[in-house]
Nanobody, 124 residues
């Protein structure tokens, strides 16, 4: 199995930046795609970004494209989400997720392992 622990969330002003990290343990980390999802109060959990094992193939939600960047360092067993130009509507709990298969995808049902989440709050 894979265990995932997110960190890096916090309070930031609109227009600011944050970098989220997801530390993974377990023997399957480097064999599958990784994703980030978020959930705001009263809303469904939504796709944010995902990347392939090598990091060469990425996918982004339209709402974050051009502002967020996903990357991973398999040697450090860590996946990152760099968030720039943050907006109040980005406020949510952000979850790291891992797949057993290699293709990054937008559906939460494709992912097999989940972290506990980290809160991101963007003030105006």
């Amino acid at each position: 199995q894979v265990q995932l622990v997110e960190s890096g969330g916090g309070l930031v002003q609109a227009g600011g930046s944050l970098r989220l990290s997801c530390a993974a343990s377990g023997r399957t980390f480097s064999t599958g795609a990784m994703g980030w999802f978020r959930q705001a109060p009263g809303k469904e959990r939504e796709f944010v970004a995902a990347c392939s094992v090598s990091g060469g193939m990425t996918a982004y939600a339209d709402t974050v494209k051009g502002r967020f960047t996903i990357s991973r360092d398999n040697a450090k067993n860590t996946v990152f989400l760099h968030m720039n130009s943050l907006k109040p509507e980005d406020t949510a709990v952000y979850y790291c997720a891992a797949k057993r298969t290699v293709v990054p995808g937008p559906s939460r049902y494709e992912y097999d392992y989940w972290g506990q989440g980290t809160q991101v709050t963007v003030s105006s």
